[in-house]
């Protein structure tokens, strides 16, 4: 694992590869206990920030929302930035992660794609041909100056809190490409996965470079870690993510591998992915809700740190539930070397604020 700057202790490699400006080579950020955690260092208390928590689940997202739409928030800086930063007043959690949506680095590209209620990200026109690969545009580095702009208004604002950035691994951006919208069997990309590979491979890869672009610009505007989320990897065997996926979730982190931040990776129902999915080029493991937190160390060698990883369905069980699995997390995330707590998936979208601001207090009072 890459050797981060920690407080005032900051190595030549930090001072080198990042900003004059970044919270990581000033000092603001480096000694932050989520950073700790991710280093694989003994922390102070139990570092937590969860997974969607920007968003639906807050009546202030839903006040500053109204009349925009999903993508024009996240392309709208300063409303980004305000969303991004309203858990973090709300729930004292130790991290931001940018208010963003896993489509909103194919959009800059130039992908007519669109949000839709009730359903969610649709595609103009799938991409499901050799031709409809070729004729995809490289994602423009101009494109990104909304990004960078939401993310360097997040850092000022956050001070000593670090900022996550955020991005869609590469299978799971390129089946809503080939499916055109959400699929819960994802026939249609498996098919040209086996069909044509080559067509796959070249889809993947042009996924693989707007979203190492898009994690890049992000971690150079201010962001102290990142998270690359591959919603629908756990429909994949282990054979088929190593052969059609791996390499392009290694090249987005071979994207950013000279920027000397932790850098993370979640997949949901990934329990039997984690150690090659790990191997891409990953620091941190998030682990969603199915594998305990020993058992999921144990797969990975005892040497990877961990986030995660509280079923959500707990956020509606009661305190005294909640509060228990919450416990049993630590416990289990203590024998890693450094552990986040985090849901094992995101925040519901009806789920009572106040029900999370007394478990980040709960969390925060543990020893």
Known sequence: ?????????????????LPAAHPLRDGRT?????????????????????????GRSLPEYL??????????????????????????RRHH??????????????????????????TGPVVDSPI????????????????????????????????????????????????YLVEGGPSREHLRTKALMHADPDTWHALAGWVARVTGSFLRAQILAGASAVQLFD???????????????ARHSADVFAAVADLPVPKVHFGVNTGELLAAMRDTGADVMGVDHRVPLDVANARLGGTTPLQGNID????????????AATLEAIAAG??????????????????????????????????
């Open 30 to 54: 480096g000694a932050a206990p989520l950073l700790t955690a991710y280093r694989g260092e003994q922390t102070t208390g139990h570092p937590v920030w969860f997974m969607r928590q920007a």
């Open 93 to 118: 959690v130790d991290a931001a992660i940018l208010f963003s949506d896993i489509v909103v680095p194919l959009k800059l590209a130039g992908i007519g794609v669109e949000i839709v209620p009730g």
């Open 128 to 175: 499901r041909t050799a031709a409809d690969v070729a004729a995809l545009p490289e994602l423009d580095p101009t494109a990104l100056a909304p990004i960078i702009a939401a993310a360097a208004n997040c850092v000022e604002a956050l001070g000593g809190t670090p900022l996550i950035g955020f991005a869609g691994a590469p299978f799971t951006l390129a089946s």
């Open 231 to 245: 919603s629908w990897a756990g429909g994949l065997s282990l054979a088929d993510y190593q052969r059609f996926v």
């Open 63 to 88: 006040a500053v929302r109204t009349g925009t739409g999903m993508l024009e928030a996240c392309l709208t800086p300063d409303l980004a930035a305000e969303i991004t930063l309203q858990p973090v």
């Open 334 to 367: 203590a024998t890693a070397p450094g552990h986040v707590l985090n849901l094992g998936h995101g925040v519901p979208p009806d789920t009572d604020p106040d029900v999370l601001t007394r478990l980040v207090a709960f969390i925060h009072d543990q020893p």
């Open 1 to 17: 694992m890459t050797t981060h700057a920690s407080g005032s202790d900051q190595d030549l490699h930090t001072d080198l590869a």
């Open 312 to 323: 959500p369905a707990l956020l509606f069980a009661g305190d005294k539930a909640l509060y």
